[in-house]
């Protein structure tokens, strides 16, 4: 989130963190593990909502 905010004040206000379900919120936090293994270290997938204009 950091960078992602300080990119742009208009970015702020065009996505929102995403309201994911649970079972999402596994399947991002396993893929990131993955690519942990893989050796992509201190990755985190962060799922955003675009919002409507």
Not at 27 to 32: P, R
Not at 43 to 50: C, G, N, P
Request: aromatic share 10%.
């Amino acid at each position: 989130m950091q960078e992602y905010t300080q990119k742009s004040d208009s970015c702020k206000k065009q996505a929102e963190y995403a309201d994911i379900s649970e079972a999402c919120r596994r399947h991002l936090t396993e893929f990131e593990q993955k690519l942990e293994e893989q050796g992509y270290h201190n990755i985190a997938l962060v799922a955003y909502q675009m919002k409507q204009s």
